[in-house]
């Protein structure tokens, strides 16, 4: 795949793709349908996570019906607010065993999708802030340029 080839827009609801004719889910939502009837920490939160995305780089966030994604030319990462915490994942390059990681999806040596909980701005330390530059990495697509290397 060529990192370079310009993203592919959806003629229905105008999202950009790295994929041409990528399956998703057409809809218009905003922030406040995920955040209504959840406490304010909740969404204070969520803005401290986006501000650390924001740090590494420029993100598109796009509310889904039942998420949120975070894009630079693919997803690289989503949160679910619920009323006591977010729940999300990362997609890295590698797979990373850590307690911290709920679950770990395998869809390709590439590409594996790694689920956690944040429940205190304490969450979002260093360790937490690494996973996230890594897969900012891989929503640029840097992981499938020729001689990439895996962390």
Known sequence: MKVSQPLWRCATCGREFANRNQSHACGTYDLDHHFRNKPPEIRA???RVVALIEAIGPVRILPEKTR??????MSFAQ???RRRWLDGHVVLARRVEHERFR?????SPRNHLHTF??????????EF???????YAVGEQRHLARGARIR
């Open 68 to 73: 949120i994604a975070f894009q630079v030319r």
């Open 103 to 107: 679950r770990i999806e395998t869809f």
């Open 45 to 47: 939160l969520f803005d």
């Open 117 to 126: 909980r944040i429940s205190s701005p304490l969450d979002l330390d260093a």
């Open 129 to 135: 802030a690494s996973w996230v530059t890594e897969a």
């Open 79 to 81: 949160l679910t607010p």
